[in-house]
T-cell receptor, first 116, second 114 residues
Framework: GAGVSQSPSNKVTEKGKDVELRCDPI?????LYWYRQSLGQGLEFLIY????????KSGLPSDRFSAERTGGSVSTLTIQRTQQEDSAVYLC??????????????FGPGTRLTVL | AQSVTQLDSHVSVSEGTPVLLRCNYSSSYSPSLFWYVQHPNKGLQLLLK??????LVKGINGFEAEFKKSETSFHLTKPSAHMSDAAEYFCVVSDRVGGFKTIFGAGTRLFVKA
């Protein structure tokens, strides 16, 4: 079956513009995660969705960042008024959440965001 | 609070020699621990995971890791390195105390010399 897909694969934008990044998780996966990977860095947790529960937004770096997950499936990460430090690869992952965080996360290929 | 420390940013080994990638963690509860691998221009892939069952965990491609609670370590090993093992490796801790959290280590880049 299809894996996690993300679009666009690359996005170049100008400072101050808004961007939307999309994630299509694996069908049937109830948990969805967004991470950011800056050049030469590890992954930084941004936000976690699990079923119909309120998302864990504790990793979002500022109020310019927001995310939605519609119908328990597709998710959109929105960055408003982008800054150069937002440049990174944004990764989405999904998993069958057993409620304990024990399950493997399946990662998408990422969206490379460049803010000029 | 959770944290993950990968003790080496880079490790270089010769093909056919053992691999050791070190990881220490802190967690206030019983964590789940994972190792993921990221090959150049490819997505992250799970190597293995520890979820409170056997402390010695075997993964794909001949890798294994041992959970040592007393040392708060989860080091990744492989008896004999292959050229195709060259990649970035991430140690990950996950638990649900204070809300769900997944913390990635900074990564260890493995170089394999012929």
């Amino acid at each position: 079956g299809a894996g996690v897909s993300q679009s666009p694969s690359n996005k170049v934008t100008e400072k101050g513009k808004d961007v939307e990044l999309r994630c299509d998780p694996i069908s049937g996966h109830t948990a969805l995660y967004w991470y950011r990977q800056s050049l030469g860095q590890g992954l930084e947790f941004l936000i976690y969705f699990q079923g119909n529960s309120a998302p864990d937004k504790s990793g979002l770096p500022s109020d310019r960042f927001s995310a939605e997950r519609t119908g328990g499936s597709v998710s959109t990460l929105t960055i408003q008024r982008t800054q150069q430090e937002d440049s990174a690869v944004y990764l989405c992952a999904s998993s069958l959440d057993d409620g304990r965080g024990y399950n493997e996360q399946f990662f998408g290929p990422g969206t490379r965001l460049t803010v000029l | 609070a959770q944290s993950v420390t990968q003790l080496d940013s880079h490790v270089s080994v010769s093909e056919g020699t053992p691999v050791l990638l070190r990881c220490n963690y802190s967690s206030s509860y019983s964590p789940s621990l994972f190792w993921y691998v990221q090959h150049p221009n490819k997505g992250l892939q799970l190597l293995l995971k520890y979820t409170s069952a056997a402390t010695l965990v075997k993964g794909i491609n001949g890798f294994e890791a041992e959970f040592k609670k007393s040392e708060t370590s989860f080091h990744l090993t492989k008896p004999s390195a292959h050229m195709s093992d060259a990649a970035e490796y991430f140690c990950v801790v996950s638990d649900r105390v204070g809300g769900f959290k997944t913390i990635f280590g900074a990564g260890t880049r493995l170089f394999v010399k012929a």
